[in-house]
């Protein structure tokens, strides 16, 4: 087996909601006060291997961005568990960890370095993040002027500057443009050809197929196919 891998076995995740719908910690107050309960992931189990492109597909609110954020560490599971070998490198959301007032250049310095490189590294990867982004003259304008898909492009490149072993998408792939979808797909065949894992969630078919060789169909929180991505994404159509 390669040296990246996914292990998730009989995998919950719970979440709390108040009467307004809001997420919530719950206490026992709050569980007299009518708070509710409800299951994001329950019983889930899946192995993703090096060399696996796996495409999430399923409705919006089946459990897909559930999924990657348990396995990039930002939710803990409440029932089973989940081993992760390899490197992370996720992009889940388009604006996430940007700060609006800084430009590009900026936040490319502190994201590396919220990455846990020094800061005489993050410098050092500015140029290569700055090139590998393509914004030109607009790496040095603050991100609030930015386009979804700059923003997108901004983000690629500076997980990209990591070089990671896995690579968790949800669906900020599907706000670049064209030019830059074909960067993502040779970054994609290069981190395969070395026996990298990606996963990606999106709605976009005809795109993720483009990447992926597999896909699982997520429904209320489980897995209800896992196949190659014509077999599931017909299986979710039907």
Request: aromatic residues 4%; hydrophobic residues 45%.
């Amino acid at each position: 087996m390669s040296a990246a891998a996914i292990v998730a076995e009989d995998v919950g995740v719970r979440f709390y909601f108040d009467r307004l719908l809001r997420v919530t910690t719950p206490t026992l107050a709050h569980l007299r006060r009518g708070v509710t309960e409800s299951w994001g992931l329950r019983g889930l189990s899946v192995e993703i291997n090096g060399g696996d492109a796996v495409a999430l597909i399923g409705r919006s609110g089946a459990g897909k961005t559930t999924l990657l954020r348990v396995i990039a560490g930002i939710l803990a599971p409440d029932e089973g568990r989940v081993a992760v070998r390899g490197q992370l490198g996720s992009l889940l959301s388009i604006e996430a960890g940007l700060l609006a007032r800084l430009t590009g250049r900026e936040n490319a310095l502190l994201l590396g370095v919220l990455a846990g490189l020094s800061r005489a590294e993050a410098r050092r990867n500015v140029d290569s993040v700055a090139e590998g982004s393509g914004l030109d003259e607009a790496f040095d304008r603050p991100v609030s002027s930015y386009s979804q898909g700059m923003l997108a492009r901004l983000g690629f490149a500076v997980v990209e500057q990591a070089r990671p072993d896995i690579l968790l998408l949800d669906e900020v792939h599907e706000a670049l443009d064209h030019e830059f979808r074909e960067r993502v797909q040779e970054r994609a065949r290069e981190l395969l050809g070395r026996g990298g894992i990606i996963v990606a969630a999106g709605h976009d078919h005809p795109l993720l197929e483009q990447v992926c060789n597999r896909a699982l169909l997520v429904e209320d929180g489980r897995i209800a196919a896992d196949g190659s991505f014509g077999e599931v994404v017909h299986a979710y159509l039907d």
